[in-house]
């Protein structure tokens, strides 16, 4: 996990800067968020666990709407950026440092949700690694409880392998940010360079390192099954407002 480790250790201060306003994000996931699991029979006393939860984009906009929330992450930079966010958001939040791929190591109890939201499943780069993931993450969901995760419409990408994502064009108050990333394919692998670059009062720079493998849903639904899930429903962003898929499978 090293490769993924550096990744988000070294993004984690600048990882906000991939949103026009991340504030303003948090809010708007944890309104979608919050429709899933109101849709699927769960209220504001859920217990929920944020396995990926990175800086904090899902975990704090869902602890300000009153859930209980314990929030895990591989990077501890990520956890410390989340820290500081999560205490300026003025919200409560468990933070832990733990690999989704062996979670019992973490944690004792079970959770009434677990979440693993934008693109954190695909950094699993064997087939192996995504099932010891998926056993360890629906091993920490109670019986009844669900799980949501969102990855991006690799079945459509693996039929054409884009060598970049389109960018994002932020304006701000000094100037425009842009955000984009350049995709190197082998297989159903691919190399990801983040580059970010302000153009503001000065010009920076910055790009950041990783390795993906194209997950397809049916391999991501598959191994949900497998691993006791009765349930696998996939929603797209017609539909939930999110800009990736989200597959929702019940225990």
Sequence with gaps: MDIIQSFYDNLASQYDKLFLDWNETTVEQAVILDNLFKKNGFDGSAKILDCACGIGTQSIGLAAMGYSVTA????????????????????????????????????????????????????????????????????????????????????????????????????????????????????????????????????????????YRATRRDELTNLLLASGCRSVEWKFPDETGFYQPIVVARK
């Design 72 to 211: 895990s992450d591989i990077s501890d930079a990520g956890i410390s950026e989340a820290k500081v966010r999560a205490e300026k958001a003025d919200v409560k939040i468990r933070f832990e440092h733990a690999d989704f791929r062996a979670l019992s190591e973490s944690f004792s109890e079970a959770f009434d949700i677990v979440i693993c939201m934008d693109n954190a499943l695909p950094h699993m780069l064997s087939e192996n690694d995504l099932r010891a993931a998926i056993n360890s993450i629906v091993g920490q969901i109670a019986d009844e409880g669900m799980f949501v995760a969102s990855i991006r419409d690799y079945d459509a990408l693996l039929s054409e392998k884009p060598p970049y994502s389109p960018p994002y064009i932020h304006k701000t108050e000094n100037g425009k940010r842009v955000s984009f990333q350049t995709w190197d394919w082998f297989g159903d692998h691919y190399k990801l360079t983040q580059y970010i670059i302000d153009d503001e009062r000065s010009l920076q720079v910055s790009k950041f390192d990783c390795e």
